[in-house]
């Protein structure tokens, strides 16, 4: 069950994160899982206290959280990303859960053993955040968190790295004279 009013300000990294109780690091709890939408709530110099959806919070090294826009892109913002019809994104993020759930069935009815079940979920990655009209969605094809204001998709975080600046290219032409340069 979701929060109410739950908006979230970033997402987890894709290693995922350790998490504490209080923050103090001798009292550990559960790890978040990578790409987990938060909302951050609190600071105390690097620390972080967040909640997540359901209603659960923790403290985490808040240097690591992935900000996302406090506001979602929409359709006046410019151009979109590659994907912009959502009902593509929607089938496949429908057809991965459908098998997860028959796995997760077929494991609690005896049919599956541990192993198994792994093999079947191996790789399977999911993420949905709806609110109202706006929905998150993890692209797991493309690697990204996308916003959909239930007509277009646009880009909000991606799993890859940072990427380092641009190549500045050649070096400017330089006129040479008999004398040297």
């Not at 997540?52 to 690591?64: E, K, Y």
């Not at 009902?87 to 077929?106: H, I, K």
Request: with cysteine; charged share 25%; proline share 12%.
């Amino acid at each position: 069950m979701a929060t109410p009013g739950f908006r979230p300000t970033h997402v987890v990294p894709g290693r995922g994160m350790p998490a504490w109780e209080t923050p103090d690091p001798a009292r550990p709890t559960v790890p978040l899982d990578a790409y987990l939408p938060v909302q951050l709530v609190e600071r105390r110099g690097d620390w972080g206290h967040i909640l997540c959806a359901n209603g659960w919070s923790a403290w985490v090294d808040g240097r690591f959280l992935v900000a996302v826009p406090q506001d979602p892109p929409t359709a006046d913002d410019g151009p979109l990303a590659r994907t912009a019809d959502p009902r593509p994104l929607l089938a496949r993020t429908e057809r991965a859960l459908t098998g997860y759930r028959s796995a997760v069935e077929d494991l609690a009815a005896g049919g599956l053993d541990g192993e198994s079940f792994y093999g079947r979920t191996h790789g399977v990655r999911v993420g949905v955040v709806v609110d109202g009209e706006s929905v998150w969605l993890y692209d797991a094809e493309h690697g990204r968190w996308v916003y959909a204001d239930g007509t277009r998709l646009s880009t909000y975080a991606t799993d890859d790295a940072p990427r380092a600046e641009a190549d500045p290219g050649p070096a400017p032409t330089q006129v040479v004279t008999p004398d040297g340069p």
